[in-house]
């Protein structure tokens, strides 16, 4: 994880099941626009999955290649699980489905809030459908509309960031 150089930073961990699809692409979008909106030495940004299948691997392949289309670099990304500390240490968990949200629940209580990623996103939030599909047994198109709802959400990520003192 990128960690700003105060200990007052806020913490942000975008989960999902492997941590190699939407959480890696959730970190990288969202820290690149954290740099771009000047908030880095405030905020950082990291991932996890909720299970161990793929802990140390890379991001997916696909993952790599929208990511690299869109002009963000994923390829430092090694894959990680999430713990009960997590809750802990973070001010934010961006889950990508309800799934991920109960498996949260079931890990204990911290003070990070809990919420769905797409829940940054009005006009997710406006169609009813807050939850992030996963693209892993998709095609490279299903990638590509992963990103594009990540990068919605993330903007709205940095929006609530800029409103709030941190």
Known sequence: MDTPAADTAYRI???????????????IVLRAMIEDAGLSDRVAVDSAGT????????????????????????????????????????????????????????LGSGPAKIALVRSFDDAAVRAGNTELDDPYFGEID???????????????????LQQRPI
């Open 13 to 27: 961990c975008f989960l999902c099941s492997g941590n190699i699809c939407r959480s890696p692409m959730g970190e």
């Open 51 to 106: 299970g161990d299948w793929h802990v140390g691997d890379p991001a997916d392949p696909r993952t790599l290649t929208v990511l690299e289309r869109a002009g963000y670099d994923g390829s430092a990304h090694r894959a990680g699980q999430i713990d009960s500390t997590y809750l802990e240490r973070r001010d934010l968990i961006l889950a990508a489905d309800n799934g991920h949200v109960h498996k949260l629940e079931r």
């Open 142 to 160: 299903d990638f590509e509309r992963c990103l594009q709802e990540v990068e919605s959400a993330c903007r709205g990520v940095v929006r609530m």
